[in-house]
């Protein structure tokens, strides 16, 4: 098998073997990077000399016999992630000159276990899309299929994973810019439980709804990397105390007693046929690995986006309120007074996602409007949140299909931003209750991949890992590369 193909298990037991050297591993990932990404735009920076000299260290360590699963094994991080003395930009001009000062905890943890940095991805500016059009950067190609997107906001990193320039890459999930770009880039991503994984130092969006995450080829090789990235930190006050199980001690256990439920609302119009016969095929062979496959409803599962796209925007212009350019950032040049600064800076720095997204959280926000917008959306989030619970009452997993349709053209939406937001509409519940979800490949409509979401209960990743892990042992769609 070439080394590209290879899961960060086989590239384990090969650095354990010391059939291969993490210094070469990662010197062929970077000539992948240099030759494919000039056409699929999935990095903004590539770290070569850094990314070396970890390699070098990892070999060090591989030699002492103190490595660690994942010892040299590349990554690539989404540019939203804070990486000490290497640029974080988050796909904006406003911080396209911003040099992170200190790591966010997922990279410090990455380094402790010796894990190699390659580069940062391209991402939407601010992780605010469903396409990864809206980077300073310019958009990703989807590697299947250069005139469409990847998938948004983490397009960069499931591009990156699904055209093997990297092996494993990093994520965040706030209305399903894991799950979605892994659904159409044919690849696993999940997004761990709200809380599971610490946000300190990933610059925030929507501070009650982001989520970090891995990509990877596998159910397994993303279960691996969430042994390193969960856990609890007191630098969060948002991430929990919760004790982290070893995540693959359960991948082998056998379906047989596992309760499926997949939503009749899941199934209404909205979801093109095509794709709801490779979902209908997944839960079938779900099914014959022993699962009892049940109906079930989620009956406010139609008010998710509007209520969601009233709690993000005005969670988006809280947070984004810091960029000013006062202390760091992009700085308007020869402004006239302080109010010149403040709205040139944020006139040129912004995108029209974000200025979109920023007017209509701040209207939600505003005197007069609180009660009957954002106050009346958190009602609905509750709503949202109390029919999975009581879904759970019944089954073990709910299943369904991660969008609408496979990736879709680039330009295609972009002047229809209602279009664009109903691309979520699988996902974003998940989010507004704070569960698990997860995508795997599940097969392809012409030729375009698409992905099977599985969410579980608070806390309970280890059963979506479990089900992933079983449907890959059954399938090679996973193994199928652009």
């Known amino acids: 098998m070439s080394l590209e193909n290879k899961t960060l298990v086989e590239l384990s037991k090969d650095l354990t073997a010391k059939k291969v050297s993490s210094v070469e591993v990662t010197q062929f990932y970077l000539d992948r990077i240099a030759q494919h990404n000039p056409a699929l735009n999935a990095f903004i920076t590539v770290c070569n000399e850094s990314a ?45 000159n911003f040099i992170a000062p200190y790591d966010a905890t997922v990279t410090t943890k990455f380094k402790e276990a010796g894990m190699v940095m390659i580069g940062k991805t391209n991402m939407d500016e601010f992780a605010m899309g469903s396409s990864n059009e809206n980077s300073f950067y310019g958009p990703v190609k989807n590697p299947w299929d250069h005139t469409r997107i990847p998938g948004g906001s983490s397009g960069g990193s499931a591009a990156a994973v699904a055209a093997r320039l990297v092996p494993a890459a990093t994520g965040t999930d706030t209305g399903g810019s894991i799950r979605q770009p892994a659904s159409m880039c044919n690849i696993t991503g999940i997004k761990p439980t709200y809380g599971r994984v610490s946000r300190y130092g990933m610059i925030a969006f929507a501070s009650s709804l982001d989520q970090g995450g891995p990509f990877a080829q596998t159910a397994e090789d993303a279960a691996l990397l969430l042994n390193i990235m969960a856990g609890h930190d007191e630098k969060d006050s948002t991430s929990v105390i919760h004790d982290v199980p070893d995540y693959t001690a359960e991948l082998n256990k056998p379906l047989t007693g596992l309760t499926i439920g997949f939503a009749k609302e899941h199934f209404a119009s909205g979801l093109e046929n095509d794709v709801a016969v490779v979902i209908q095929e997944a839960i079938a062979e779900l099914q014959k690995l022993g699962a009892t496959i049940k109906e079930i409803s989620l ?62 959280g701040t209207y939600a926000l505003s005197s007069g409007y609180y009660d009957a917008y954002y106050l009346k959306a958190q009602k609905i989030r509750r709503l949202i949140s109390n029919d999975y619970q009581t879904a759970f009452k019944s089954v073990d997993l709910i299943v369904g299909p991660t969008a609408p349709s496979p990736a879709f053209k680039l330009g295609e939406k972009v002047d229809d931003p209602v279009s664009m937001y109903l691309s979520d509409i699988y996902t974003i519940g998940v989010n507004l209750a704070g569960l698990p979800g997860m995508t795997i490949p599940a097969g392809f409509v012409k030729s375009l991949p698409i992905g099977l979401q599985l969410i579980a209960n608070y806390f309970d990743e280890s059963r979506l890992f479990n089900a992933a892990h079983q449907f890959q042992q059954a399938t090679d769609w996973h193994k199928k590369t652009p």
Do not use: Q
């Not at 103190?66 to 911080?95: Q, R, V």
């Open 299 to 360: 009956p406010n599962t139609h008010l998710a986006v509007p209520a969601y796209y009233v709690i993000a925007p005005a969670e988006c212009s809280s947070n984004l309120a810091r960029y000013d350019g006062v202390r760091y950032g992009y700085r308007c040049e020869n402004p006239k007074n302080l109010d010149d600064l403040y709205c040139r800076t944020r006139g040129e720095g912004f995108g029209l996602e974000i200025k979109r997204r920023i007017i209509v």
């Open 52 to 96: 070396l000299a970890e390699a070098k260290e990892a070999d060090k360590k591989i030699a002492s016999g103190h490595a660690g699963p994942l010892t040299g094994i590349p990554y690539a991080h989404k540019d939203i992630f804070c990486t000490d003395g290497i640029k974080t930009s988050c796909g904006s001009k406003m911080l396209d």
